[in-house]
Antibody, heavy 119, light 111 residues
Framework: EAQLVESGGGLVQPGGSLRLSCVAS????????MHWVRQRPGKGLEWVSG???????HYPDAVKGRFTISRQNAKNSLFLQMNSLSAGDTAVYYC?????????????WGQGTVVTVSP | QSVLTQPPSASGTPGQTVIISCSGS????????VNWYQHLPGTAPQLLMYSNNQRPSGVPDRFSGSKSGTSASLAISGLQSEDEADYYC????????????FGGGTKLSVL
């Protein structure tokens, strides 16, 4: 069974940094695009980054220059380095697998890790 | 403000059919397929529908999706109490070098 487990969330001060990790199991990690999606308190889902199997990153303008997504295929791991954090980055961050073979969608989600940016 | 527009809430009684709409533009729904996600608070979101109208294995056929022009919809027939959840539409947007966009979510209540 495919599974994603996030870690690394926590409380960080404004302007600080945090690195999220995600370990995948139950599928061929190195063959799939992977993403991070967040949900701010009381808000909807928001895509914050994606990375191809070869490591090519992709970001929305809202986080470009502050967030860096990366992966280590040998360890079935996905990362999100978040810098210059502000209160607006407070959210649950989900590690997400993109499907393949015609399933152009986020087909597996982790349980999420909570990031709180506060003084 | 979300790029895709959904009604914030919807409701129905058990057995009824509920339809949730999702409105986009020519850079997202107009040219790309739509996916739907079901999210129960405190749990991981789940893929409910992909490529406009394809159900992943395990999703009951009470759920159906459609797309026309720059809008899409999710229909839930034979409404059940366990369907009470938040529903999100999503699509790839070709603008700004491309990015995934979501709707603001629709909270479905089963009365």
């Amino acid at each position: 069974e495919a599974q994603l487990v996030e870690s690394g969330g926590g409380l960080v001060q404004p302007g600080g940094s945090l690195r999220l990790s995600c370990v995948a199991s139950g599928f061929n990690f190195r063959r799939h695009d992977m993403h991070w999606v967040r949900q701010r308190p009381g808000k909807g889902l928001e895509w914050v980054s994606g990375v191809s199997p070869g490591g090519d990153p992709h970001y929305p303008d809202a986080v470009k220059g502050r967030f860096t997504i990366s992966r280590q295929n040998a360890k079935n791991s996905l990362f999100l380095q978040m810098n210059s954090l502000s209160a607006g980055d407070t959210a649950v961050y989900y590690c997400v697998k993109e499907g393949s073979y015609g399933v152009w969608a986020f087909d597996i989600w982790g349980q999420g890790t909570v990031v709180t940016v506060s003084p | 403000q979300s790029v895709l527009t959904q009604p914030p809430s919807a409701s129905g009684t058990p057995g009824q059919t509920v339809i949730i709409s999702c409105s986009g533009s020519s850079s997202n729904i107009g040219v790309n397929t739509v996916n739907w996600y079901q999210h129960l608070p405190g749990t991981a979101p789940q893929l409910l529908m992909y490529s406009n109208n394809q159900r992943p294995s395990g999703v009951p056929d009470r759920f159906s999706g459609s797309k026309s022009g720059t809008s899409a919809s999710l229909a839930i027939s034979g409404l059940q109490s366990e369907d009470e959840a938040d529903y999100y539409c999503a699509a790839w947007d070709d603008s700004l070098n491309g990015h995934w966009v979501f709707g603001g979510g629709t909270k479905l209540s089963v009365l």
